[in-house]
């Protein structure tokens, strides 16, 4: 049986190898705050990261990733939602209806691992992510509370 490494933990799935890695996550392992919103890759609300690098999970098929790859999902960002952006995220009231928020995170955790102090110009590449809200502003907000928190620490 294949086998994935998901959250620090080695988990195991029965799908074809061209299913996409977002229906292994959310029908498989049950790890639904991976959402499905275009499955095209346009719209990030399915991005997660393999070895710290965020992807597009609607559209990578499962058998690309190996049981040595590292997929950290939403769920596992930090445990108790205790990640600087997850705070910023609710002290700013970022999400409207919250929909591609995980994405956005997922994309906002990327970027700050590679840049902890981001520019807006570096804000403005990483975060490729549509809400269809227009949060935009909001997010770019969280993401500067969340560097200087961290910077802080």
Not at 72 to 85: D, K, Q, R, V
Not at 86 to 112: N, Y
Not at 131 to 150: F, M
Request: proline content about 6%; charged content about 20%.
């Amino acid at each position: 049986m294949p086998r994935l490494n998901v959250n620090g933990k080695e988990r195991d799935f029965d799908a074809e190898p061209e299913t996409p890695l977002l229906w292994v996550l959310r029908e498989q392992l049950n790890l639904t705050g991976t959402k499905y919103g275009c499955g095209v890759a346009q719209c990030g609300a399915c991005t997660v990261h393999i070895d710290g690098e965020p992807v597009r999970s609607c559209v990578r098929p499962v058998s690309t990733v190996n049981a040595n790859q590292k997929i950290t999902t939403i769920e596992g960002l930090a445990p108790n939602a205790s990640h600087a952006l997850q705070k910023a995220w609710v002290e700013l009231d970022v999400p409207q209806c919250g929909f591609c928020q995980s994405g956005m995170l997922m994309a906002a955790a990327a970027l700050l691992r590679k840049k902890p102090s981001p520019t807006d110009a570096d804000i403005d590449e990483a975060m490729t992510n549509i809400c269809r809200c227009g949060t935009y502003n909001r997010v770019r907000a969280a993401i500067k509370v969340a560097a200087k928190a961290r910077s802080a620490a």
